[in-house]
């Protein structure tokens, strides 16, 4: 029985720590968002921290570490030119505490 759970302990871990395990794709066809990145805070749906390791990604709160291998990432993103081709538009913040929605409206895109 302890087997089990320590078997579905890793099954549910696993499952979480995919959450926000972002890979970025040379074509857009190949990608599940297009994304933009603003210049200023206010114009952002979303501001985004770059954690530095896969254990500290968020569960859609903007807090993205980024893969070395399409298979490993939960969504494929491809950073646009222009604003109007974007789904969510996004800006990379400083600190952690700072990362989060500024546009819940378009949350459904990285679940």
Not at 15 to 37: C, D, F, G, R, W
Not at 70 to 96: G, M, P
């Amino acid at each position: 029985m302890q087997k089990f759970f320590i078997l579905l302990a890793l099954v549910l871990g696993s499952n979480l720590s995919i959450a926000q395990k972002m890979y970025t794709v040379k074509y857009e066809s190949q990608a599940n968002v297009k994304v933009y990145v603003v210049k200023y805070e206010s114009q952002a749906d979303l501001k985004v921290y770059k954690v530095k390791y896969e254990s500290q990604a968020g569960s859609n709160d903007g807090k993205w570490f980024f893969v070395d291998y399409e298979s490993q990432a939960k969504k494929k993103l491809y950073f646009v030119d222009y604003e109007s081709q974007a789904d969510i538009k996004i800006y990379f913040v400083d600190y952690e505490s700072q990362a989060g929605w500024r546009n819940t409206t378009k949350k459904h895109l990285l679940y």
